[in-house]
């Protein structure tokens, strides 16, 4: 749809996918709640639970208060997020945050107040980190957890659903799904958001609309933020080979790629080698990061998937 001029109330659903994080829900879901008294608007407040035993049923209905809970079993993060487009039903806004974030006071009405302004099919916002355990001084060397910040209203060609409105008559009238190829690799919202802009739609940025994203220990070692960076590159080869319908398109999308990708780890490791030299972190941390980004997508070009999300058996 688009925006309406007018201030009518809308029906809005803000989804949160969860997988065996009690206490991050525990802390997300007053959040949520609060953040109805900020808008006009009908807010529904959906829980998807991605675990297959189900362990966050009893927490949601003990808290109460309107939330709403629903099963996704089914493995894979992407499906958990087509269940979330389903349970929007008929609602005008569909709004995704991760169970480990946080929103700022008036996230939400900020988010419907930028398209409401700007008519887009998707608004998109910031995440910025706060830590368990403060990341090592290579790590803030690297920049591995620093994120794009743009004015409002900028216009962007992908992104991630951990902060993400959605026009949903527009997304229903694109036909527009998660692609469950991505479930268990992540890139399935790198894909959709793809999809969306080469499909006719837009996104556009809400610079005040933040979510801060809670970092726990295990994600601030070396060996995660360089596994992420791989699996970013790797991600990026695939969902673009995805999108090309043709032989000859993804010859030609692989054969780019591929050199992007082989730059990225030459130039990589002259930094690498540079920081080594001159003993500057920031060039060592920097060098690397660009080794395993243009790893990703090497690997990618020649097959290789990697699986984020898949779990012990």
């Known amino acids: ?16 996918l969860t997988y065996r994080r009690p206490d991050d829900l525990a802390e997300l879901l007053p959040a949520l709640v609060a953040q109805r008294a900020t808008v006009p608007d009908s807010v529904d407040i959906l829980i998807v639970d991605n675990d297959p035993d189900a362990g966050a049923r009893e927490q949601v209905a003990a808290f109460g208060r309107g939330v709403r809970y ?10 958990a997020r087509n269940v979330a487009l389903d349970e929007a039903g008929d609602a005008d806004l569909l709004v995704f945050i991760d169970d480990d974030e946080r929103p700022v006071a008036r996230w939400l009405s900020r988010l419907v107040d930028a398209w409401r302004r700007h008519g887009a099919t998707a608004v998109v916002g910031p995440v910025i980190s706060s830590f368990e355990v403060e990341p090592g001084a290579w790590i803030r060397a690297g920049g591995f957890f620093s994120r794009r910040r743009l004015p409002t209203g900028s216009p962007v060609a992908v992104a991630a659903t951990n902060n993400l409105l959605l026009d949903l008559d527009s997304i229903r009238r694109m036909g527009l799904r998660f692609d469950l190829r991505f479930g268990l690799t992540g890139g399935s919202d790198t894909m959709f958001s793809r999809e969306l ?13 933040i979510v801060t994203d809670v970092v726990p220990a295990s994600r601030s070692t070396r060996d995660w933020v360089l596994r992420r960076q791989f699996r970013s590159g790797n991600s990026w080869m ?9 032989p000859a398109g993804r010859a030609r999308t692989r054969v780019l790629l591929s050199a992007a990708g082989a730059a990225r780890v030459v130039a990589g490791a002259a930094l690498l080698a540079a920081g080594s030299v001159t003993r500057s972190l920031r060039w060592r941390a920097r ?19 990697y699986a984020e999300y898949r779990r012990a058996a």
């Open 1 to 16: 749809m688009t925006a309406p001029t007018s201030d009518a109330p809308l029906r809005v659903v803000v989804a949160a």
């Open 70 to 79: 629903v099963h996704a079993p089914e493995p894979g993060i992407a499906s």
């Open 197 to 209: 802009v080469v499909g006719g739609g837009s996104i556009v940025w809400c610079d005040e609309a």
């Open 238 to 246: 695939h969902t673009s080979l995805a999108l090309e319908p043709t």
């Open 287 to 305: 060098g690397t990061k660009a080794v395993a980004r243009g790893s990703g997508l090497l690997a990618g070009a020649f097959g290789s998937v």
